[in-house]
């Protein structure tokens, strides 16, 4: 089967920084992606690891230990604008499998 | 092109009666997918596409479902006798799909959001 676990919900404080965590079982990957969703919005796409190790782009980061299966997202600098759904998705395939994305919320 | 688009962004319909959703992706994207998203969950996959042929169908897919690419171009999600439990945002996406690509990135369409009443 394929599962895929992140936290519901998370509270950060502007100009903090919070770690998102991932974790998934699927029975293959090609890659992990990271998408911020805005409430009533498409996913937008945010970054994705394929090998281990850390992806930095900006404020944002992304982590992948594939042994582990685990990822985690980084946000630097947190700004209200911020506050969305993250949503990780793996790459199995063809197509990829959404975890049920983590709720941010950021607070002045 | 500015990106995945899709049609109507909104639509209510009465149980029982057919709606039909149209994607239009990214111009040199050759694959499109279909997801249907309900609120606080991540998106469920439903099908996808490689230019015009349908490779991949979920099992969760009732047959009221259909889905068509006909020219590799624009999809269009037909749901027949619609159900309250369709209700959900449906969303688009596409990637390019060429050979030899290991990971292939989606990019998201704003969605048709659909209230069956």
């Known amino acids: 089967g394929q599962n895929i676990d992140q936290p519901t919900e998370m509270t950060a404080t502007e100009g903090a920084i919070v770690q998102i965590n991932c974790t998934y079982q699927t029975s293959g990957f090609n890659g992990l992606f990271w998408y911020q969703q805005h409430a009533g919005e498409a996913p937008t796409f945010l970054s994705y690891?394929?090998?281990?190790g850390l992806e930095e782009k900006g404020r944002f980061s992304s982590f992948l230990s594939r042994s582990k299966g685990y990822s985690y997202l980084l946000l630097k600098e947190l700004q209200m604008k911020d506050s969305a759904s993250y949503l990780c998705?793996?790459?199995?395939?063809?197509?990829?499998?959404f975890g049920p994305g983590t709720r941010l919320s950021v607070l002045p | 092109d500015t990106g995945v688009s899709q049609n109507p962004r909104h639509k209510i319909t009465k149980r029982g009666q057919n709606v039909t959703f149209r994607c239009d992706p990214i111009?040199?994207?050759?694959?499109l997918y279909w997801y249907r998203q309900t609120l606080g969950q991540g998106p469920e996959f439903l099908t996808y596409f490689q230019n015009e042929a349908q490779l991949e169908k979920s099992r969760l897919l009732s047959d009221r479902f259909s889905a068509e690419r006909p020219k590799g171009s624009f999809s269009t999600l037909e749901i027949q006798r619609t159900e309250q439990g369709d209700s959900a945002m449906y969303l688009c996406?596409?990637?390019?799909?060429?050979?030899?690509?290991?990971?292939?990135?989606?990019?998201f369409g704003p969605g048709t959001r659909l209230t069956v009443l």
């Open positions: 996406a596409s990637s390019l799909g060429r050979a030899g690509l290991t990971t292939d990135t989606q990019y």
């Open positions: 111009s040199e994207h050759n694959r």
């Open positions: 998705a793996v790459s199995g395939g063809q197509n990829f499998v």
């Open positions: 690891n394929v090998l281990d």
